[in-house]
C-alpha cells in the first residue's frame, strides 16, 4: 500500500523534486512499508511446528499399564503410538499436533482410551490414510476429542467393540473430492459409533 502511495505521489506531487530528495522519500516510504508487513506478520496466528511442543511420547512410555495420564493444558508433538491399556485424559485443553506428517494418533492394542483431547495436523497422503487416530485393536473408546486439519478423521481396521462417542471431525480445507473419510471401519466389527459431529469431510464408510 505505501509503496502504492510513493508512486501515486510520484506522478502528482513529485514534479520539482531533486533526485536525492525523491530517492529519500522513497527510501523512508520501503522502510514504512517494511516496518508495517512485519507487524501485520507478527500479528497473524501460526501453527506451532512439533518440534517445539512438549513430547508425550516419554510420559506414555512412563505410564503403568491400566493408568491414566492426565495432561496439562499445552501443546504437544505428535505422532504417538499407544500400545499398552492407557486412559489419556486431556481435558480439553490439550492440543495433540503433527506437523502435516503422517497420522497423529496410532492406536495398537486393547483398553486403550483418549479423550479430552484435540489432535491435529496429520500429513495429507491418501495412499497412506493419513488421520487424526488409526485404530488396530478391541475395546478402545475415543471420546470427546476434537479433530480437526486432518485429511481422515478415525479409521478403525480389523478393530471390534470400539466406542466412538462425542468427538468433533472435520479434515483439511480442500475441495470435497481430496478430502478423506470423517469415520472410516474397514473389516470390523460390533462398534459403537455415538454422538460424533462431522464437518468439511468427504464422508462416512464401512467396509
Known sequence: ML?????????????????????????????????????????????PRAETLTPLMPLLYAAQPG??????????????????????????QAVLQNNSKGTVVTIQGDNITPKGLHIRSSGQYHNDVDGCIHVRGSNNKIIDNRHTDCLFGIHLQESDNNLLKDNEI?????????????????????NHIVGNRVRNSRDIVVW
Do not use: C
Open 170 to 190: 472435520s479434515s483439511y480445507d480442500m475441495d470435497l473430492g481430496n478430502r478423506g473419510d470423517a469415520i472410516r471401519i474397514w473389516y470390523s466389527k460390533n
Open 67 to 92: 493408568s491414566v495420564v492426565k495432561l496439562p493444558p499445552g501443546l504437544y508433538a505428535g505422532p504417538i503410538t499407544i500400545s499398552k491399556p492407557l486412559t489419556i485424559d486431556g481435558g480439553g
Open 3 to 47: 509503496l502504492w502511495l510513493s508512486e501515486y505521489l510520484a506522478q502528482n506531487f513529485y514534479h520539482g523534486f531533486s533526485v536525492f530528495q525523491y530517492l529519500t522519500l522513497r527510501g523512508v516510504l520501503g522502510i514504512l512499508t517494511a516496518l508495517f508487513l512485519s507487524l501485520v506478520l507478527g500479528l497473524l496466528p501460526s501453527t
